[in-house]
């Protein structure tokens, strides 16, 4: 891991770890998860097979943990969005400076589970949309609220659900969320891979993460799937 990389972990980890120390939880700050109303623009996709949604809102450990386990997705990787190639390394994108934001690629099955669902399961339990360049403890532009669309229909779901949930006052507060095409998604570094899942002990999950996928599970458990049945529709 580089030097860079590895004081940049240690400090968001020792950051959350004070926190839990204290008994002050950052992330307590935000918004608790509520269900927010389903997309009422959500058509099937043009083209059939499985297909790909780009999602960023704060550290793409508990992004990944979230939509893993969301039944009818395949796939999900940590990775970059929205800047150039040769910064997308996690000590650069950690500088703020890079336009890259912290994200998921998502390969997911629309017969099992539609756009307009994900961007449900992202506004609802996901992270706080309301919060501008930050999430929790992490605060930074790589951290903020974005959905990267791949197709014209995304961006039509997408920004028609914004204006929905905010014409609805579905949160207290405006939601900051961007919406613009994918450049192109950069995959994170191996150790960044699966973090819940291999360090689920650790302060920063069990505060920060581990609750979105309670909220998940609770929230939409019609929804939800194990670990193991993500496995063996990986395995698809």
């Excluded at 002050?24 to 996709?45: E, G, H, M, Q």
């Excluded at 704060?58 to 997705?73: K, Y």
């Excluded at 609805?168 to 570094?189: G, Q, R």
């Amino acid at each position: 891991m580089p030097r860079k990389a590895s004081h940049t972990l240690f400090l968001r980890l020792a950051t959350t770890a004070l926190a839990l120390a204290i008994g002050a939880c950052t992330a307590a700050a935000s918004a608790s998860p509520a269900l927010v109303p389903p997309a009422r623009l959500d058509p099937k996709p043009a083209q059939p097979g499985d297909q790909v949604a780009v999602l960023a809102g704060g550290c793409f450990w508990g992004m990944q943990a979230v939509f893993e386990h969301v039944r009818g997705v395949r796939q999900v990787w940590a990775g970059y969005a929205g800047g150039a190639a040769d910064t997308a390394h996690y000590f650069r994108v950690a500088e703020g400076d890079t336009g890259h934001a912290e994200s998921v690629k998502i390969v997911y099955d629309p017969a099992e589970v539609s756009y307009g669902t994900l961007l449900r399961v992202f506004f609802s339990v996901a992270h706080d949309p309301t919060e501008l360049d930050r999430q929790g403890p992490d605060h930074g532009t790589q951290y903020r609220s974005e959905i990267f669309t791949t197709t014209s229909q995304q961006r039509q779901v997408a920004q028609a659900y914004i204006r929905q949930l905010g014409a609805a006052h579905a949160f207290d507060a405006p939601i900051v969320t961007k919406v613009e095409p994918l450049p192109a998604f950069y995959m994170a570094e191996g150790y960044h891979q699966d973090y819940y899942r291999t360090h689920g002990d650790d302060p920063y999950i069990v505060i920060n993460d581990a609750p979105k996928v309670a909220a998940l599970r609770h929230l939409m458990p019609q929804l939800y799937q194990t670990e193991t049945s993500y496995a063996d529709a990986g395995a698809h």
